[in-house]
Every structure is written in structure tokens, then in C-alpha cells.
């Protein structure tokens, strides 16, 4: 049996000052007005099971205005009658404090890589970037995948962005005659051995992900061919070549120009890209079944359902989807499902599902 959660409880996150929320294995509903907190809740939940917002990299904006740390604790059922308690504290200016049943945990890589009992798989409006948005939208979404899964992953991938900003100082100051270009074959080096790792960690997901990702598409949207094609900058075995081979235009330029910083993936239905030519609401589905391939990936790897915070995911989809996706969602370990109408739900299924209802930063 996967791990879900129990309780949730919130200090000074965001709208809610102090609230509690209960939750269930399978699906849950949170419903509320426009502005009233689901959205809030969804990240919250999210933090205090990896350690970080998906929404944003600048954490001070998740605490309440006006308050100076926040907190989020959570009660994880594990395996069946074990329970651990998971929380984060964090004060801008301080290191965040991660405790799992008291003790702290060696490091935010290690929490988010499972050491915290649960992962996760979010959706939020927001993430239809990860198909029509920028190549480093898609990266971060395959990174976030990987890291979730392995601590080094993460580690490496942090590393690497060091070394090549590192390497890209050195190149404008050679370009400056402000150094030589001897320095730059050990920078080379250290760029090439963290490139590799994080390039060997995406090789090896992309492809068993692409099968899961063609799956939910059929599921979803039809039988159309979906793949997903990852396009290197460098290729894995000519990287450390193609990297020298850069060399004379990357001093001109002062940047790095190959390597998995540069890289992107195609999101393809019927060979078409879906961040080029994708309908709204194709797009929409892409991003959907992106996340299911997540949780499967997950899955696969780990032995363990992830819990499912999806927003407001219903409101944009035809009913014959919303039904598809009431049932997955019925059938998962757990599910966290925001909307503003519960009439997107069959009623026999609001009957027996938990209702969280939000107002104001407050559970009623
Ligand atoms: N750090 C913060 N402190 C206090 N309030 C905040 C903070 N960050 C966001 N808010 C406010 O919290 C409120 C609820 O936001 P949230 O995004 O959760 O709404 P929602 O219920 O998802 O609404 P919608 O249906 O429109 O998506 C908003 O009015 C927002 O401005
Ligand atoms: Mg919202």
C-alpha cells in the first residue's frame, strides 16, 4: 500500500493564518469562490511534502503578509498503520528547517527524493508553460521528475548550472583578454562530468516516459501517435568534442552553447509539436498527460503511487474528460482535486467524497 496523507496543517502560509484540513485516501475535493485559497492549499500541501513551491522560486512570497516564517506540517499514513509526521518551517534569511518525526533531515535533496515518506505529482494552471512555454519550462519539468526521484540527480543538476555560469565568466573574461584559454579546459572538464550525469539521468527517463506519455494520450485524447523526442544540443557520446568544438564561438558570445542546459523535447501528436501548432485545448491535454506519465514514471521507479494536487483542471475540459478524469482520479492512491463548481463532479461521486470547503484562508 503507498503512503497518503492525513492531516495537513498550515501557520502563516500564504492566505491561511492557521488552518488544518483532514484528507483521505483517494479523492478529495477542494471547493471554494475565486480567491478564497484552493490554488494555496494545492502549493502548500506541495511544500511541506518536498520542501518547495513548484509555483515560484522566491519563497518568501508563500508567507501570509505581514508574518515572518511560515509552517506546514502534514501526518503521512506509510504502509498501512505506520504514521510519520513531515514539516517545514522556513524564515526568510534562514536555513529551512525539514523534520521528519522530529529529526532533521540531511538535506532539501534528499527530502524531496522521497526521504519525506510521499512525492508528489501537481498540476497547476500555470503548467500548460510546460508544453506551449520556453525549452527551459520543459527542462525544469524533467528535472523536477528526476529529482524527485534520486538526490544526486538534483545535486548534480544544481552543480552543473554552477559550473557552466563559472565557465561562462571565464569566456568573457578571455574574450576580454582577461585570461587565457588554457583555464578553460579544466572548467571544460568539470562541465563535461556534471553535463554527462544529468544528460545520462534524462536519457534514461525520456524514453520509458514517451511510452507512458503515448499512453495517456490515447487514453485522454485518442488514438493518436504521441511521442516525445528529446533533442540534444551535444550528444552524449560526442559531448566533451562538441563542447571543444564550441569553444571559438562561445568566447565571441561570452555563453555556453551545447550541453543539457540548451536541450529541449518535443511534445508530438501525429509528429505534429503540440508547442508550436497545439489548440488550446490540445495543449491542455499534452500537459495533462505529461503529469499522468509522471506519476506512472513515478510509480515504476519507486514502487509508490505519488499523491495527485491537481487545480482546477476540470473547468476546461468536455464532460466525456471530466468523467475520464474522475475515475482516475477515484482509482488513485490519493488525489487532491480543486475546483470552483462541484457540478463538474457526478453527483453519486460528491456523495461519498471528502469535501474540503475553503473561504477566506479558512477551512469551513
Ligand atoms: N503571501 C500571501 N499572503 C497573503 N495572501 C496571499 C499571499 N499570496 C497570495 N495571497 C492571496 O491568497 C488569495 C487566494 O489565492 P488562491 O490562488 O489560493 O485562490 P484560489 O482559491 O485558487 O482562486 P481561483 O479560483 O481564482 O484560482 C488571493 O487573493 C491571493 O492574493
Ligand atoms: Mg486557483
Request: aromatic share 8%; net charge neutral.
Amino acid at each position: 500500500m503507498s503512503a497518503y496523507l492525513r492531516a495537513l496543517r498550515l501557520v502563516n502560509f500564504r492566505n491561511y493564518v492557521d488552518a488544518t484540513v483532514l484528507l483521505a485516501p483517494g479523492l478529495n475535493v477542494v471547493v471554494g469562490a475565486n480567491a478564497q485559497g484552493k490554488t494555496n492549499l494545492l502549493e502548500a500541501i506541495s511544500f511541506a511534502a518536498t520542501g518547495s513551491t513548484p509555483r515560484t522560486p522566491n519563497d518568501p512570497e508563500i508567507i501570509l503578509w505581514g508574518a515572518d516564517f511560515t509552517r506546514a506540517e502534514m501526518r503521512v499514513s506509510m504502509n498501512g498503520d505506520e504514521e510519520r509526521k513531515i514539516a517545514v518551517g522556513y524564515a526568510p534569511g534562514q536555513k529551512k528547517r525539514l523534520t521528519i518525526d522530529g529529526v532533521p533531515a540531511s538535506s532539501l535533496a534528499a527530502y524531496a527524493a522521497g526521504g519525506a515518506g510521499v512525492r508528489v505529482v501537481t498540476f497547476f494552471p500555470d503548467d500548460l508553460r510546460v508544453v506551449k512555454g520556453a525549452p527551459s519550462d520543459r527542462r525544469e519539468f524533467l528535472d523536477s521528475l528526476l529529482a524527485s526521484l534520486k538526490p544526486t540527480y538534483a545535486r548534480a543538476a544544481a552543480e552543473y548550472a554552477r559550473a557552466v555560469q563559472q565557465r561562462n565568466q571565464l569566456l568573457r573574461r578571455i574574450r576580454d583578454g582577461l585570461s587565457s584559454e588554457k583555464t578553460l579546459s579544466t572548467w571544460d572538464r568539470k562541465v563535461v562530468d556534471l553535463g554527462t550525469e544529468v544528460l545520462r539521468g534524462r536519457t534514461a527517463a525520456i524514453g520509458p516516459l514517451g511510452s507512458l506519455f503515448e499512453d495517456a494520450v490515447s487514453a485522454l485524447y485518442g488514438p493518436e501517435k504521441a511521442a516525445l523526442g528529446y533533442g540534444y544540443s551535444a550528444p552524449l557520446d560526442g559531448y566533451a568534442e562538441a563542447l571543444r568544438e564550441a569553444r571559438g564561438v562561445d568566447v565571441e558570445r561570452g555563453t555556453t552553447s551545447v550541453g543539457p542546459h540548451r536541450d529541449d523535447f518535443a511534445v508530438l501528436f501525429g509528429g505534429v509539436s503540440m508547442t508550436t501548432y497545439g489548440s488550446q485545448g490540445q495543449q491542455r491535454l499534452a500537459t495533462l498527460a505529461l503529469k499522468f506519465a509522471a506519476r506512472e514514471y513515478l510509480r515504476g521507479e519507486t514502487g509508490q503511487d505519488p499523491i495527485l494536487l491537481f487545480d482546477d483542471v476540470m473547468s476546461e475540459l468536455d464532460e466525456e474528460r471530466r468523467g475520464y478524469l474522475t475515475e482516475y482520479f477515484l482509482a488513485s492512491t490519493q488525489a487532491v482535486i480543486s475546483t470552483t463548481n462541484l457540478e463538474y463532479f457526478d453527483p453519486e461521486v460528491i456523495e461519498r467524497t471528502p469535501i474540503v470547503r475553503i473561504s477566506g484562508g479558512s477551512v469551513l
